[in-house]
C-alpha cells in the first residue's frame, strides 16, 4: 500500500493563509508617522522584537532622562540599558541608539534626518543604509512608514514565526534574509501585514508553546518544522562561514583594517565595514547600466570623498644663498662710502630744519609787528594818563563847590525860621512845614539834596495830596 504523494503548498499560497490568520488573531498599529524621522529611527531601535506599548513607554523614558539626543550619544550603553530596562533586549537597543546617533552626528554634525525625506525613496533608503550600525529591521520599519515605499520590517521573532511556518527556509533563517516576501504582498496591505508579522514574532519570543502560536501555526501549514521542547527556545541563526581562498581572505583583511582606521569615538563603538565610510551622495557618479557596468559616452561624477588625517603639510624653508667673499680693501672702501653719504644726508637734513625755523621765527615776527601798527576795531584811543588825573581833580573841586554853596544856603534858612516869630493862629508844625518847603525848593533850584530831615518819597503825588495846606 502506497502513501498518495502531497503536494507540498509553495511560499505565495502561504503567505496568503498566514495573513489571513494573523488578522484573525491580532489587530494591526497604526505608525506615527507625523514626528521627525531621526525620532521614528530611534523609537524602531526600541521597537525591535518588543511589543509597541513598551517600546512608547521605554522610548518616552528615553527622552525625560536625559537633556537632549547628544547627551544619549555619549552616555554609555550599560546606563542606557538600565533606563531601557523594560525591552526584551535592552543592551541591543541601547547599542543601536548609541550606533544611530553616532553615525547620524558624523555624517551631518547635527540630529537631523530630515533631508531623507526630500528626494526619492530609494535616496532616502540609501542615506539610512549608510548610517553605521543601523539594524536592517530600522532601516525597512522606515522605508515602509515614514518614506511611504513597500518594505516589510523583519526581526528575530519574525523569522522564527516564518521559519515554523515554512515561509523561511533554515539557509535563509541563517543568513537573516528573506527574499520576495514583499512580492508576495500587495502594497496597499504592506503596513498592515508588516505590523500583524510583528506582533506574531513577540509572541513566539515571548510565549512559543502558547494557543496563539500553536493555533496560527496549525492554519497555516500543519506539516512544518517541529517544535522544540517545551521549555526550549529555538536555535538562533548561525552566519555561513566566509568563502575561502587568498583573495577572500584579503579582502576579509582589508575591510578589517579599514573599519579599524574609521572606528568612531567612544568604548562602545564597533568598527565599522568597508564601504561605510562616507560615500558620495546617492545618484552621483556615471552612468551605469542594469547590469553595473559604465554607459559609454556619459559624463563621469564627482570622485568618491575620503576621509584622510588631518597631517599638516610642512613649511618648505628655502636654504641660505653662500655670499660672495670679497676683498677686504674693497669691502672696508665700501663700508667708508656708506658712512660718508649717511654723514652727508645728515648734515643735508639739519640745515633744512635749520632754514626752516629759521623763516618761521621771521614770519611770526612780522606779523606781530603788523598787529601792533594797526589800531583796533571799534575802540577809540585811550588818553595819556596824566589828562586822565587832571580832569578827575576839576571834577571833585566842582562837586565840593557845590556842596558847600547847598550847606550855606541850608544855614541861611534856618536861621530865619528860628528868628521869625510864631504867630497864635499858625500852629509851629506848619511853620516848620512850610520852612522845609522853602529849602527844599532853594535847595532843588541850586541842584543840592533836600534837607537831611525829611526823607524823599517815592510818590510825589501822594504827598501832595495828604500834606495839610496852611489857613
Not at 535563509?172 to 506574531?200: M, N, T, V
Not at 567612544?266 to 559604465?294: F, H, I, M, N
Request: glycine content about 8%; proline content about 10%.
Amino acid at each position: 500500500m502506497t502513501t498518495p504523494n502531497r503536494q507540498q503548498p509553495n511560499r505565495q499560497q502561504l503567505v496568503a493563509k498566514l495573513h489571513k490568520a494573523l488578522r484573525a488573531t491580532y489587530k494591526p498599529v497604526d505608525p506615527d508617522i507625523q514626528s521627525p524621522l531621526l525620532d521614528q529611527v530611534l523609537y524602531a531601535c526600541c521597537l525591535e522584537n518588543a511589543p509597541y506599548d513598551v517600546a512608547e513607554v521605554a522610548y518616552k523614558r528615553l527622552g525625560e532622562t536625559y537633556f537632549d539626543l547628544n547627551e544619549v550619544r555619549v552616555t554609555t550603553v550599560a546606563e542606557l540599558a538600565e533606563t531601557l530596562h523594560d525591552l526584551p533586549d535592552p543592551a541591543r537597543a541601547a547599542l543601536a541608539l548609541r550606533r544611530v546617533l553616532q553615525g547620524v552626528f558624523e555624517s551631518t554634525y547635527s540630529f537631523s534626518l530630515d533631508n531623507a525625506k526630500k528626494h526619492s525613496i530609494a535616496h532616502g533608503m540609501k542615506t539610512l543604509e549608510h548610517i553605521h550600525g543601523i539594524p536592517p529591521f530600522v532601516v525597512a520599519f522606515i522605508g515602509s512608514t515614514a518614506l511611504g515605499g513597500h518594505f516589510i520590517p523583519v526581526d528575530l521573532g519574525a523569522m522564527q514565526g516564518l521559519l515554523l511556518t515554512g515561509v523561511m527556509s533554515q539557509e535563509e533563517y541563517d543568513a537573516a534574509k528573506c527574499p520576495g516576501l514583499d512580492r508576495f504582498i500587495p502594497k496597499k496591505a504592506g503596513l498592515e501585514f508588516g505590523s500583524l508579522l510583528h506582533q506574531f514574532g513577540v509572541e513566539v519570543l515571548t510565549n512559543l508553546h502558547g494557543a496563539s502560536v500553536k493555533k496560527i501555526l496549525q492554519g497555516v501549514n500543519p506539516e512544518a518544522k517541529r517544535m522544540p521542547k517545551r521549555g526550549e527556545l529555538l536555535p538562533l541563526p548561525v552566519p555561513p562561514p566566509p568563502a575561502a581562498g587568498k583573495d577572500a581572505q584579503k579582502a576579509a583583511e582589508a575591510a578589517r583594517t579599514a573599519a579599524e582606521e574609521h572606528r568612531p569615538a567612544g568604548p562602545q563603538a564597533a568598527a565599522r565595514p568597508a564601504g561605510k565610510t562616507p560615500l558620495p551622495p546617492p545618484g552621483s557618479g556615471p552612468k551605469r547600466a542594469a547590469d553595473g557596468s559604465v554607459v559609454a559616452g556619459s559624463k563621469p561624477g564627482p570622485k568618491p570623498f575620503v576621509v584622510k588625517p588631518n597631517v599638516g603639510r610642512p613649511v618648505p624653508v628655502k636654504p641660505a644663498e653662500p655670499e660672495e667673499l670679497a676683498p677686504p680693501a674693497a669691502k672696508k672702501a665700501d663700508v667708508a662710502k656708506k658712512a660718508d653719504v649717511a654723514k652727508k644726508a645728515d648734515v643735508a637734513k639739519k640745515a633744512d630744519v635749520a632754514k626752516k625755523a629759521d623763516v618761521a621765527k621771521k614770519a611770526d615776527v612780522a606779523k606781530k609787528a603788523d598787529v601792533a601798527k594797526k589800531p583796533t576795531a571799534g575802540k577809540l584811543p585811550v588818553p595819556p594818563k596824566g589828562a586822565a588825573d587832571k580832569g578827575a581833580a576839576d571834577k571833585g573841586a566842582a562837586d565840593k563847590g557845590a556842596a558847600d554853596k547847598g550847606a550855606a544856603d541850608k544855614g541861611a534858612a534856618d536861621k530865619g525860621a528860628t528868628k521869625k516869630p510864631v504867630t497864635a493862629d499858625k500852629p509851629a508844625s506848619a511853620e516848620s512845614h512850610k520852612s522845609s518847603d522853602k529849602g527844599a525848593s532853594a535847595a532843588k533850584d541850586k541842584g543840592a539834596k533836600p534837607p537831611a530831615d525829611r526823607a524823599p518819597s517815592e510818590d510825589r503825588h501822594s504827598d501832595d495830596l495828604t500834606r495839610r495846606k496852611p489857613r
